[in-house]
């Protein structure tokens, strides 16, 4: 049995020890906001937060977050508040969506530890997630809107 904190509620779940958490997440727990992308752990389409440090679900065996925090999009916020989601809407990101919960979630991780990020420092933390239709202009700017937010 593996105990999570996802989404700041504690649950226990029954699965095979290597299974990915992307898995647990979406197949077991039905969670389907964290997608499934390459499976290697090199587009970030999968991406959430592990204690608050962004982290690929889908390269991560349920066995190593046993007893830790997890944050999914959905647990980003109740109510879709967060600034990053604000910052999102209001700069009209997504195109086709996909990859935009992964790219939501690293960017609050970036500003969870980076308040006021540079051009440089977002270009650098966010290069892990592929966006096939090419928004990063938007997601960059988004990224700045949600930095000048009040939390």
């Known amino acids: 049995m593996i105990e999570i904190t996802l989404n700041n509620k504690n649950i226990s779940v029954d699965v095979e020890p290597d299974m990915p958490l992307l898995y647990v997440l979406r197949d ?3 969670l389907k906001g964290t997608k499934f992308g390459c499976g290697v752990g090199q587009c970030g389409a999968c991406t959430v937060h592990l204690n ?4 690929r679900s889908c390269i991560t065996p ?3 977050v046993n007893k830790q925090k997890i944050t999914t999009i959905e647990g980003l916020s109740t109510d879709g508040d967060h600034k990053v989601q604000k910052a999102w809407r209001e700069h009209k990101v997504p195109q086709c969506g996909y990859c935009q919960s992964g790219q939501m979630m690293s960017a609050a991780s970036l500003l ?6 540079s051009d440089e420092e977002v270009v650098e933390h966010m290069q892990g997630n592929i966006c096939r239709c090419g928004t990063y202009k938007r997601i960059k700017k988004a990224i700045h809107a949600a930095a000048d937010m009040e939390s």
């Open 28 to 30: 077991e727990l039905k």
């Open 52 to 55: 608050g440090q962004a982290i």
């Open 62 to 64: 349920i066995s190593a």
């Open 112 to 117: 969870a530890n980076n308040a006021s990020p």
